[in-house]
């Protein structure tokens, strides 16, 4: 037996122990009280609508831990791209903070949580925030002002196409960028919005789970960019003449500020200063660290050393991963998905990617839509009432059919956001080349651009 294959077998072995004692935990687990608690988009038909201080303060806070991810993406990616293109990622990042917050002020908002429209989009009765002011909505966030729940799911329709940005990273020309940016936040992510938290939005109404974006943000956001790797092709020198990321203390950076910006884009989920809250932060946590330590351990068994950039890939693919089951699942099922985690996106980034022979620049598809698909279905596997009496049972808990209703979200999903985004970069690259010239590719885009350098250098 080679030696691959004996590492083969012990990482198989590992994972099916660990995955075999998680199963055996969950279905041996007894019932506890339901940390209550609504997540977005939940209909609170019956509760009363009154301004909570607590509920509002939280939110408050969690629309800023959300807002500050973008600028740690910026620095994720950052790092993990070569020096000469380090600026553009920032600036990338940075538009897409100032654009989509425009279109969602504008039409993106409304789009998303308007009136529903056969239960595919929203109207637009909210335009420029019509309406949208210190009242709650009781359709949505009973106890926090409406503007509040307005600028909180703000900061998820921001980051998710800056998701994308990891595909295509060191080669789309930045006024392309900026089209598709605004078009892509249109008519990919507000519509799949609306159809998993918008009232009368037809995933929604099937009884699809997703606490915090599993399907929304990254498997919508990582389905675009597997796109966008594909439509832009690869890189000049891809692989062997592509170098390692230039600055991996920014990315571990980055990486920290995204796992402490993930408890407000989970925990500000509950929409409430609760239980519910506290047990998605207690997921989310959790996840994280044991998906971090599952691609570090993997690593460490097939190239026999443990690297940074292994744990922290890891760590950010575990926080994917529970983000659509955060609010539904028990500490011992956000291991289970922990370990997926750390598995199933090192498999993506390992094998598939090689073997399709497509450029995912910075594994954005490996990551958030392997990750993302994993997480959602996973959500159909351990979700419990018993965290959650508004959500459902998973397969471990004795109902199939939210595992197939969880399959049904990520198959619309996956099909909508690749046809959908394949179309738009195509659309779009013919009224303004996406792909920058070669000159520029080699030069950089940081000075090619935007006329900037990153770093200086001063004799």
Same mark, same amino acid.
């Given at each position: 037996?080679?030696?691959?294959?004996?590492?083969?077998?012990?990482?198989?072995?590992?994972?099916?122990?660990?995955?075999?004692?998680?199963?055996?935990?969950?279905?041996?687990? $007894?019932?506890?009280?339901?940390?209550?608690?609504?997540?977005?988009?939940?209909?609170?038909?019956?509760?009363?609508?009154?301004?909570?201080?607590?509920?509002?303060?939280? +939110?408050? %806070?969690?629309?800023?831990? +959300?807002?500050?991810?973008?600028?740690?993406?910026?620095?994720?990616?950052?790092?993990?791209?070569?020096?000469?293109?380090?600026?553009?990622?920032?600036?990338?990042?940075?538009? /897409? %903070?100032?654009?989509?917050?425009?279109?969602?002020?504008?039409?993106?908002?409304?789009?998303?949580?308007?009136?529903? =429209?056969? $239960?595919? /989009?929203?109207?637009?009765?909210?335009?420029?925030?019509?309406?949208?002011?210190?009242?709650?909505?009781?359709?949505?966030?009973?106890?926090?002002?409406?503007? +509040? #729940?307005?600028? #909180?799911?703000?900061?998820?329709?921001? /980051?998710?196409?800056?998701?994308?940005?990891?595909?295509?990273?060191?080669?789309?020309?930045?006024?392309?960028?900026?089209?598709?940016?605004?078009?892509?936040?249109?008519?990919?992510?507000?519509?799949?919005?609306?159809?998993?938290?918008?009232?009368?939005?037809?995933?929604?109404?099937?009884?699809?789970?997703?606490?915090?974006?599993?399907?929304?943000?990254?498997?919508?956001?990582?389905?675009?960019?597997?796109?966008?790797?594909?439509?832009?092709?690869?890189?000049?020198?891809?692989?062997?003449?592509?170098?390692?990321?230039? *600055?991996?203390?920014?990315? &571990?950076?980055?990486?920290?500020?995204?796992?402490?910006?993930?408890?407000?884009?989970?925990?500000? *989920? *509950?929409?409430?200063?609760? $239980?519910?809250?506290?047990?998605?932060?207690?997921?989310? =946590?959790?996840?994280?660290?044991?998906?971090?330590?599952?691609?570090?351990?993997?690593?460490?068994?097939?190239?026999?050393?443990?690297?940074?950039?292994?744990?922290?890939?890891?760590?950010?693919?575990?926080?994917?991963?529970?983000?659509?089951?955060?609010?539904?699942?028990?500490?011992?099922?956000?291991?289970? /998905?922990?370990? !997926?985690?750390?598995?199933?996106?090192?498999?993506?980034?390992?094998?598939?990617?090689?073997?399709?022979?497509?450029?995912?620049?910075?594994?954005?598809?490996?990551?958030?839509?392997?990750?993302?698909?994993?997480?959602?279905?996973? &959500?159909?596997?351990?979700?419990?009432?018993?965290?959650?009496?508004? !959500?459902?049972?998973?397969?471990?808990?004795?109902?199939? =059919?939210?595992?197939?209703?969880?399959?049904?979200?990520?198959?619309?999903?996956?099909?909508?956001?690749?046809? !959908?985004?394949?179309?738009? #970069?195509?659309?779009?690259?013919?009224?303004?080349?996406?792909?920058?010239?070669?000159?520029?590719?080699?030069?950089?885009?940081? %000075?090619?651009?935007?006329?900037?350098?990153?770093?200086?250098?001063?004799?």
């Amino acid at each position: 037996m080679t030696t691959h294959k004996r590492r083969i077998g012990l990482i198989v072995a590992a994972v099916g122990v660990l995955l075999s004692a998680m199963a055996m935990t969950t279905l041996g687990q $007894g019932a506890e009280a339901p940390a209550t608690g609504v997540a977005p988009g939940a209909t609170t038909a019956a509760a009363p609508t009154k301004v909570d201080s607590g509920d509002t303060a939280w +939110v408050m %806070l969690s629309a800023g831990l +959300v807002m500050m991810m973008t600028p740690a993406l910026a620095f994720f990616y950052g790092g993990l791209v070569r020096r000469k293109n380090v600026l553009s990622v920032l600036m990338q990042c940075f538009m /897409i %903070l100032c654009i989509v917050s425009v279109q969602w002020v504008l039409f993106g908002y409304s789009l998303s949580f308007g009136k529903s =429209h056969g $239960g595919l /989009i929203g109207g637009l009765e909210m335009f420029a925030l019509n309406g949208v002011g210190a009242a709650p909505n009781a359709d949505y966030a009973p106890t926090i002002p409406h503007s +509040v #729940f307005m600028l #909180f799911q703000m900061m998820f329709a921001v /980051i998710t196409p800056a998701l994308i940005i990891g595909a295509f990273a060191e080669r789309m020309r930045f006024s392309a960028f900026c089209i598709l940016t605004v078009l892509w936040s249109t008519l990919i992510y507000d519509p799949v919005c609306h159809w998993v938290w918008g009232v009368g939005g037809w995933l929604k109404t099937m009884g699809a789970l997703d606490f915090a974006g599993g399907t929304v943000v990254h498997i919508n956001a990582g389905i675009a960019a597997l796109a966008a790797a594909l439509i832009l092709g690869k890189r000049q020198g891809f692989p062997s003449m592509i170098s390692p990321p230039h *600055s991996l203390p920014f990315a &571990t950076l980055g990486a920290g500020l995204l796992w402490f910006g993930w408890f407000g884009f989970n925990g500000g *989920s *509950s929409l409430h200063a609760d $239980g519910l809250a506290g047990s998605a932060m207690v997921a989310t =946590h959790v996840a994280a660290a044991v998906a971090g330590l599952t691609w570090a351990g993997i690593d460490w068994i097939w190239h026999g050393k443990p690297t940074t950039l292994g744990m922290i890939t890891g760590a950010v693919a575990g926080l994917v991963a529970v983000t659509p089951a955060a609010g539904y699942v028990t500490p011992a099922g956000a291991i289970g /998905i922990g370990i !997926g985690a750390g598995l199933l996106p090192w498999l993506a980034v390992t094998f598939l990617k090689p073997r399709m022979n497509y450029d995912d620049t910075l594994d954005a598809f490996g990551v958030h839509g392997v990750g993302g698909i994993w997480g959602a279905i996973a &959500t159909g596997l351990w979700a419990t009432k018993t965290v959650n009496e508004s !959500g459902g049972n998973g397969l471990f808990y004795g109902d199939a =059919h939210q595992l197939v209703v969880q399959l049904t979200a990520v198959g619309a999903t996956i099909v909508y956001a690749f046809v !959908g985004s394949v179309i738009l #970069f195509k659309v779009v690259n013919v009224f303004s080349t996406l792909r920058a010239g070669a000159h520029e590719e080699r030069v950089g885009l940081d %000075l090619t651009e935007h006329k900037e350098a990153g770093y200086t250098i001063i004799d």
